[in-house]
């Protein structure tokens, strides 16, 4: 059964860091572009970024852009999502998958392995508050 987990959610500052792991069962990750996504209270869930099979390619959100830093060990076969200078919309449940959705700057850009190979975690909860 394959299964994705994120995990590193926590309560943040504004201004702080944290850092999410997407960790993968039953499926290798380095086989696919993984994307991260956030959906915040009453939005719909929304890309952030997607980082490429073989790490050489991250794209990112604008929203994130020069705060968050995406980044994969393959030997480990996991995720990263480095979040810095967190600010309070970034509140928001973050899921990883095994594809990609998301507009850079005016571009949009979009990763399907079809449904059989698109996999996602449950999420994990992030919240920027004082």
């Known amino acids: 059964q394959v299964q994705l987990a994120e995990s590193g959610g926590d309560l943040a500052q504004p201004g702080g860091s944290l850092k999410l792991s997407c960790a993968a069962s039953g499926i290798d990750l380095n086989d696919f572009e993984v994307g991260w996504f956030r959906q915040a209270p009453g939005k719909e869930r929304e890309g952030i970024s997607c980082?490429?099979?073989?790490?050489?390619?991250?794209r990112y959100h604008d929203s994130i852009r020069g705060r968050f830093l995406v980044f994969r060990d393959d030997s480990a076969s996991e995720v990263y999502l480095q979040m810095n200078d967190l600010k309070p919309e970034d509140t928001a449940v973050y899921f990883c998958a095994t594809r990609c959705d998301l507009f850079e700057g005016g571009d949009y850009y979009s990763r399907y392995y079809g449904a059989a190979k698109t996999h996602w975690g449950k999420g994990t909860q992030v919240t920027v508050s004082s």
């Open positions: 980082i490429t099979d073989r790490g050489d390619r991250v």
